[in-house]
């Protein structure tokens, strides 16, 4: 366990050692150290998994979840509850998590300013904790509305998480590494859609007998949490920037880089500070009046909703029935769909590894504009489904490539670009504007695709194809590359799209001293010096 504060002073080195070269492009800086890792990894793993755990851990156990329902109802009021009645208790059991992360989304600027981004990761592990008992409990207590209420928090704690999570990993990475660290948020996200298919099948929880452990496994990943997450560095620049403990930001840099000299990074934070407007965190209505970061508000927008309306949720939607034509059994069906998580794992891990050699912007085109292509394949072979038994193979081929191309850039790049394109007193406020896109949009699909469906059918899926191709296209045009660039770097390379003047030495100056109160002093003993003579 790193200690918790380096000895400045002595021999004794620091805290997180190096663990060499461990990625290919360390040898050009300094090499990756273990507690940057550990902080990645433990800070993802209570946030982003619970979250891609919580979207698929209701689908194996849904029909014992009705049929708990059903049976409360029966001892409750003497008779069977309606089929209309079972399908809205079951669509708000579903639907209710989105809303919660809506509510997160709209709390966590208020809470990242306030408990800065290690401390609102902690704090949501509260709302993970109360949402386990409640969906754990719920059969038990003979109560479907603990259940309900559970998604809903546990929705509010995946609201927060992937708001502040970005946020956390993007301000504790040195550019040179930030994609790369920045994408354990999308690799955990698979990895808990993976874990939570894998436990739901019928040789482990996915059981009448056991479905409620499926949700009392959401502790383990919030409790390690818990346990180490306290003892990892806050953010430097939220240190440094926000809360004027320049100390303090020296220390943290200091861990998690693994070297004393760390003048070079903290001269980059200074610099960044002297370059924004103000110091202070902007509101959202700031945000959305600030001329100076119009163009980044549109495009994480536009990429946040692209994120969530490209189709990927809709792509569940005939994964089983596709496998049904292709003459699969039934009981094994469960066992092929892994293999869905398994891409979107793999898919992540690979993109994290490239990410820094090809970049973000295009990773996020080839993503969509692959999905595009896919989507396309995917509509025809749909159309000739009973045409050739091989058929249901190539559409299957066709969601897995779907799945694929999306884990490779749209799944987790959007949310690096929203910590990436704004400086440190605009970004809260971005993040939860992106938040609120991204689970409107989540809501928005879940609400319209099955009313698209009935209407198109297989047709269906051309609506995302003009989405991804549209989402390509503005990125291909508007976004510039962010890959090893520092945030003052990003932000002025959308100056003259933005059309902004740039700020004057004095000004620069004035915000130097704001931040600075030692260099303020020597400032003031020098022209008392002056003055003298």
Known sequence: MPQSAPQRNGTALLLCPPLGQLLPWSTNTQPVTACLLSTA??????SSFIYGYNLSVVNAPALY???????????????????ETATLLWSITVSIFAIGGLLGALSVSFIVRLLGRKGTLLLNNIFA???VLLLSLGETAKSFEMLIIGRLIIGVDSGIALSALPMYLGEITPRNIRGFIGQFNSILICLGVFTGQVLGLPELLGQ???????FSFLALPA?????????????????????????????AFQRLLGKKDVS?????????????????TASVLQLLKSQAVRWQLITVIITMACYQLCGLNAIWYYTNGILREAGFAENIIPYITLTTGGIETLAAIISGLVIERIGRKPLLIFGFSAMAVFFSLLTVFLNFQHSASWMPYLS?????????????????????????LFEQSYRPAAFMIAGIVNWLSNFAVGLLFPFIQEKLQSFAFLVFVVVCILGSVYLYVVLPETKNKTFMDISQSFTKINKIPVPSPGHEMELVLSIRPDLNRKVQDDTKMESSF
């Open 223 to 251: 409790m390690l949490q818990l346990c180490v997450l306290p003892f990892l560095p806050e953010s430097p620049r939220y240190l440094l920037m926000e809360k004027r403990d320049e100390a303090g930001a020296e220390r």
């Open 65 to 83: 979840i009705k049929a708990f329902y059903n049976k409360t109802w029966i001892e409750r009021y003497g008779e069977p509850i309606a089929a």
């Open 129 to 131: 904790v109360i949402a």
């Open 264 to 280: 070079q990074e903290l001269e980059e934070v200074h610099a960044e500070a002297r370059a924004q407007d103000n110091l202070q």
């Open 41 to 46: 990894f433990f800070g993802a793993l209570g």
């Open 396 to 420: 299957y081929i066709c969601i897995l490539a779907v799945i694929a191309s999306f884990c490779s850039g749209p799944g987790g790049i959007p949310f690096i670009l929203t910590g990436e």
């Open 208 to 214: 009448e007998s056991r479905w409620n452990y499926l």
